[in-house]
Nanobody, 122 residues
């Protein structure tokens, strides 16, 4: 069955660096687009970024464009999300998602991982 295991969260200092990983198993990873989403306390889950199955096409939410970078390694079956100089407003639970549709929307069918908590604070 599909398994997505996120890692790399924790307490991060503002201005530091943040790199999240999502290890996938149970499906042919290179056949699927993947995304990252996040949910801050008291807010709805939002998509952050999406990457095509081959890694050549990326999309970002307007609210985070220029601040996050999504990438993937199909040999390692892992998708990454990097944020340089994170800010307190980046505090959220971060989830990766196996995409089963073509649209970059939160409602697009897919399978979500369990998430990793990121807290940006000094």
């Amino acid at each position: 069955q599909v398994q997505l295991v996120e890692s790399g969260g924790g307490l991060v200092q503002p201005g530091g660096s943040l790199r999240l990983s999502c290890a996938a198993s149970g499906f042919t990873f290179s056949n699927y687009a993947m995304s990252w989403g996040r949910q801050a306390p008291g807010k709805e889950r939002e998509l952050v970024a999406r990457i095509s199955s081959g890694g050549g096409v990326t999309k970002y939410a307007e609210s985070v464009k220029g601040r996050f970078t999504i990438s993937r390694d199909n040999d390692k079956k892992t998708v990454y999300l990097q944020r340089n100089s994170p800010k307190p407003e980046d505090t959220a639970m971060y989830y990766c998602k196996q995409e089963r549709g073509s649209q970059f929307t939160i409602a697009t069918p897919g399978y979500w991982g369990q998430g990793t908590q990121v807290t940006v604070s000094s």
